[in-house]
């Protein structure tokens, strides 16, 4: 991979300058993040040579990465030097005060160039910084469309269906939409991403549930997965897949749409290394039915757990970690969009941001999902809403049932 010299930003000369001498404890630094964040060898090696500390890479699923923080501090030791904070997270964390304030410890310059990271916020303490600029978008295979004589991407949830109908018709994909709906987080965001789609939202302002009527965003968005299942259009054994199993059907060259694409992925998708589509892939606004476009961010962090053996090279990490240039190289080889605005601009200027155009105008309407903030209930409500996703696509339960289930999930939640 060729490295892109930004050493003469005034912003990073500062930082690669703090390295110069370091010296850290002898243990090695332990960092926990998710495949999709876990570095590869020559970004991790160029860190340990920068800051003169050796690097112990760990990766964990998403889903188990929660359950050993949450694991392990309950015990009272870190589970890790530096780790994954998820958007989600934050509102449980923060409330245990499970992880180290960042404010003082992190350029203020670099937190102001990142928009996302006052999700990261809890009481007014900047508890995470973001590597992840995530958000949903519209991931299709244009071959596909082209081949089904489709000659624009889908605008609305019914040409979506009727272009996924035409693609199955034809042999090109026996399975077209690609939707985890496993009892896992990805499931559960998805739904809340059709949510926005079908133009409704979660909550009101008090946290009172707005998905149950059958007319809502909420029960629409369900009814749309459970059909589109039932329909032959989503493959049946969607019921035991995660988010990035999806993934890799789509870039084998078996899903028309990643309804819920993760917008760096478009970098993955279209590398031939990696990809089986990366000639035919293209991005699209998501699908709505009011005419106007509508997504939320799910930005991915680093934070320094309390009890870190190694804080202060985990400071360093995570400083380095938001170089512009290490930012670019975890884009091109892992599809983590920059969170750093003015690393996006660039890369799009450049015309090194794959579909750039589509991209920041997706990221313009970027909403939080929850208008007031994740509350620290939110993961038991998520864990919930999977599982009743996963029960109803298995035929266990109705959609009735699974939204009121969802609901009942809701308020049992904010009254643990």
Do not use: C
Not at 121 to 135: E, H, I, M, Q, T
Not at 226 to 242: N, S
Not at 275 to 289: E, F, G, K, R, T
Request: aromatic share 8%.
């Amino acid at each position: 991979m060729k490295r892109r010299d930004f050493l003469a930003s005034a912003l990073t000369l500062p930082l690669l300058a703090s390295f110069a001498g370091s010296a850290f404890a002898a243990d090695a630094l332990t960092v926990l993040l998710p495949p999709w964040g876990t570095l590869p060898k020559e970004m991790t090696d160029r860190f340990a040579k920068d800051a003169s500390v050796t690097l112990d890479a760990q990766t964990l699923g998403w889903d188990d990465i929660r359950t050993k923080i949450i694991t392990s501090m309950v015990a009272g030791t870190a589970p890790a030097d530096a780790t994954e904070v998820d958007w989600s997270w934050v509102g449980q964390f923060g409330a245990a005060n499970w992880y180290e304030p960042l404010d003082d410890k992190i350029d203020k310059a670099v937190i102001a160039d990142i928009p996302t990271a006052s999700i990261f916020r809890y009481d007014g303490k900047l508890l995470a910084v973001p590597y992840s600029n995530d958000f949903r978008i519209l991931i299709y295979n244009k071959a596909h469309l082209d081949k089904a004589g489709i000659k624009a991407a889908p605008k609305t949830p019914d040409e979506l269906l009727a272009a996924a109908k035409a693609v199955k018709s034809a042999g090109i994909a026996e399975y077209p939409i690609g939707l985890p709906l496993s009892a896992t987080e990805g499931t559960s965001t998805a739904w809340y991403l059709l949510t926005k789609v079908f133009g409704g939202d979660l909550f009101d302002k008090d946290f009172k549930p707005l998905f149950t009527a059958k007319g809502s965003g909420g029960y629409k968005a369900l009814a749309f997965e459970i059909g589109a299942l039932k329909d032959g259009l989503i493959d049946p054994a969607a019921t035991g897949l995660k988010d990035v199993e999806v993934q890799e059907v789509f870039k084998a060259g078996k899903l028309t749409f990643d309804v819920a694409g993760w917008a760096g992925n478009l970098s993955v998708y279209s590398d031939p290394a990696k990809s089986q589509v990366a000639n035919d892939v293209a991005a699209a606004l998501m699908p709505s039915v009011t005419g106007k476009s509508r997504t939320f961010g799910l930005p991915e962090a680093v934070g320094i757990p309390v009890g870190a053996a190694n804080a202060k090279a985990a400071e360093t990490f995570i400083t380095w970690l938001n170089m512009p240039q290490n930012q670019i190289a975890a884009y091109e080889t892992l599809g983590n969009l920059p969170p750093r605005m003015s690393v996006l601009r660039t890369l799009n200027e450049q015309g090194k941001l794959k579909q750039g155009d589509v991209l920041l105008e997706q990221a313009a309407v970027v909403e939080p999902l929850i208008a007031q903030g994740t509350p620290g209930w939110y993961p038991q409500f998520s864990t919930a809403v999977a599982s009743a996703i996963n029960q109803a696509a298995k035929g266990q339960l109705s959609v009735d049932d699974a939204i009121t289930a969802i609901a009942k999930a809701a308020v049992d939640a904010q009254s643990n």
